[in-house]
T-cell receptor, first 111, second 116 residues
Framework: DAKTTQPPSMDCAEGRAANLPCNHS???????VYWYRQIHSQGPQYIIH???NNETNEMASLIITEDRKSSTLILPHATLRDTAVYYC????????????FGTGTRLQVTL | DAGVTQSPTHLIKTRGQQVTLRCSPK?????VSWYQQALGQGPQFIFQ???????QRGNFPDRFSGHQFPNYSSELNVNALLLGDSALYLC???????????????FGPGTRLTVL
């Protein structure tokens, strides 16, 4: 699986958009970009995933660049409950496809 | 619809003992993966079970073993516990082949194992 690079930490004011970047310059054509988050001591929570088109769901939007070498997770209106570690993961799909977690980005949402 | 459940939530063992952790997958999921998360680190893949067989294994010693039952639930067994085995153990389930190419994994709350 391709490796990812994320900033170790970011701050965001409550109510503002949080934009979390991820670099995955060695991604291959059949690898998806997945985002998970982990609130302190809980299990990781699935947020969103995509292949090459931008994706949106009730939690977030995922913007993938045209060359697929980077992506941005957007939380449109961050709240204090969005404070967590966010993991960007690139993986092949399929039944034997593990998730390889890096160190993620610690997002701190403040008043 | 219940999500992934794990038991127990917390466990304290001493070095050399053996431990069994349990996982029930999300309804409709037939594939179970186990991860170990040491303090301050991201989860590390241990192994994955599908159709009651271990399908893929991460870089963990043979002291770590597992089992999947016909109802898709799973157990993780760790023998000869070491202090370094203290961690949060996470179970994730996914729809496997039924999920097609986007085989999204959903995690349980984890079991916190402390080895003294």
């Amino acid at each position: 699986d391709a490796k990812t690079t994320q900033p170790p930490s970011m701050d965001c004011a409550e109510g503002r958009a949080a934009n979390l970047p991820c670099n995955h310059s060695t991604i291959s054509g059949n690898e998806y970009v997945y985002w998970y988050r982990q609130i302190h001591s809980q299990g990781p929570q699935y947020i969103i995933h995509g292949l090459k088109n931008n994706e949106t769901n009730e939690m977030a939007s995922l913007i993938i660049t045209e060359d697929r070498k980077s992506s941005t997770l957007i939380l449109p209106h961050a709240t204090l409950r969005d404070t967590a570690v966010y993991y960007c993961i690139v993986r092949y799909t399929g039944t034997a496809s593990k998730l390889t977690f890096g160190t993620g980005t610690r997002l701190q949402v403040t008043l | 619809d219940a999500g992934v459940t794990q038991s127990p939530t917390h466990l304290i063992k001493t070095r050399g003992q053996q431990v069994t952790l349990r996982c029930s997958p999300k309804s409709g999921h037939d594939t179970v993966s186990w991860y170990q998360q040491a303090l301050g680190q991201g989860p590390q893949f241990i192994f994955q079970y599908y159709e009651e067989e271990e399908r893929q294994r991460g870089n963990f010693p043979d002291r770590f073993s597992g089992h999947q039952f016909p109802n898709y639930s799973s157990e993780l067994n760790v023998n000869a516990l070491l202090l370094g085995d203290s961690a949060l153990y996470l179970c994730a389930s996914s729809p496997g082949l039924a999920g097609g190419r986007t085989d999204t994994q959903y995690f349980g709350p984890g079991t916190r194992l402390t080895v003294l």
